[in-house]
């Protein structure tokens, strides 16, 4: 009763507020039942090698077919699926649906997948790769999990040991978003990743701004001495893929080679895995 009153007051004064709040509190009711009632999707967008354009994998983007709303972007999601511990579920399914995906796929081409920082702080992570590898027979060189600083922002022993675990098990890892987080060098030479995924801020600017260019450059030559490869995310237009090999990028991806697409469109590409889209 007594909080009946409160809500009650509480919307007389700020509307909107209480409206946000309800469609908060519904759209966490609506998560909670979403995974096992199957109404997430996974799009694909592809990876290319920087120098011959070839094909080399496509990098899962989850997105949920929502029965209100319709399609919702992660943006709108993940994070409210963290905060709620949604992700544990969603993660998992996630990943066992990309392997399985790529197991079928015409060419052993890798599939990468995004990992939460809250997947980390499983100690289940690496046995449920392991699971999801096992269940699809899907060979652990083609699955690249990528990951952000913020999982390493908290670095401690346990997150170091579960990256080798996962190194371990054959699969790649990924620094996905290289450039937004802090301290980022230190990082990486705290364990050692495949690749850097350079963040689509850094590739957009290249062409108006040197320092955008050199900053590329700068991580592109580090990941070169260091043995990772270095993807430019985000290359939308002819010259940024020209700056992105000049400057040393070994890999690209963006919307010039292919958008997020579902799984029965991704035909086209191993027919013509060499051709451009645009
Ligand atoms: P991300 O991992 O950095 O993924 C790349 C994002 O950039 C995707 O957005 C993709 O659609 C977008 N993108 C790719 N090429 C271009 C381009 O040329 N131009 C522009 N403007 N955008 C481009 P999306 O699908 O909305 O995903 C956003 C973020 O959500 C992802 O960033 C990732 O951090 C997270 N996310 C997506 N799928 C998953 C997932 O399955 N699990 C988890 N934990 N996070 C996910
Ligand atoms: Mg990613
Ligand atoms: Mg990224
Ligand atoms: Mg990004």
Same mark, same amino acid.
């Given at each position: 009763k007594?909080?009946?009153? %409160? @809500?009650?007051? /509480?919307?007389?004064?700020?509307?909107?507020?209480?409206a946000r709040l309800q469609e908060?509190?519904?759209?966490?009711?609506?998560?909670a039942v979403a995974v096992a009632d199957n109404q997430f999707v996974l799009h694909y967008q592809p990876l290319h090698e920087a120098m011959t354009s070839k094909?080399?994998?496509?990098e899962a983007l989850v997105r949920w077919?929502?029965?209100?709303?319709?399609?919702?972007?992660?943006?709108?999601?993940?994070?409210?699926?963290?905060?709620?511990?949604?992700? *544990?579920?969603?993660?998992?399914?996630i990943?066992?649906?990309? /392997?399985s995906d790529a197991a079928q796929w015409p060419l052993p081409v890798k599939v990468a997948v995004n990992l939460s920082p809250i997947q980390f702080k499983q100690q289940g992570l690496p046995l449920q790769v392991a699971a999801a590898l096992a269940a699809s027979s899907l060979m652990?060189?083609?699955?690249?999990?990528?990951?952000?600083?913020?999982?390493?922002?908290?670095?401690?022993?346990?997150?170091?040991?579960?990256?080798?675990?996962? @190194? *371990?098990? %054959?699969?790649?890892?990924?620094? *996905? *978003?290289?450039?937004? %987080?802090?301290?980022?060098?230190?990082y990486l030479r705290s364990f050692p990743f495949n690749r850097i995924k350079i963040d689509r801020s850094?590739?957009?600017?290249?062409c108006e701004s040197s320092e955008s260019r050199a900053i590329v450059k700068a991580v592109a030559d580090l990941g070169s001495t260091l043995g990772m490869t270095t993807t430019a995310e985000g290359v939308e237009t002819e010259d940024q893929y @020209?700056?992105?090999?000049e400057n040393g990028c070994t890999d690209v991806q963006g919307w010039l080679f292919g958008r997020p697409m579902p799984a029965s469109e991704l035909a086209a590409f191993f027919e013509a895995p060499h051709a451009l889209t645009a």
């Open positions: 007594a909080k009946m009153e %409160g @809500r009650g007051t /509480c919307r007389s004064f700020e509307p909107g507020m209480d908060r509190r519904q759209l966490e009711a609506e998560l094909l080399t994998g496509f077919n929502h029965p209100r709303l319709g399609l919702l972007a992660p943006s709108e999601f993940i994070h409210l699926s963290e905060e709620t511990g949604v992700i *544990d579920a969603l993660g998992e399914w990943l066992r649906q990309a /392997c652990p060189s083609r699955l690249e999990l990528e990951i952000t600083e913020s999982v390493l922002l908290a670095h401690n022993e346990h997150t170091i040991e579960t990256l080798h675990s996962l @190194r *371990d098990l %054959g699969v790649g890892i990924a620094m *996905d *978003d290289f450039g937004t %987080g802090y301290s980022s060098l230190s850094f590739v957009s600017l290249m @020209r700056l992105a090999k």
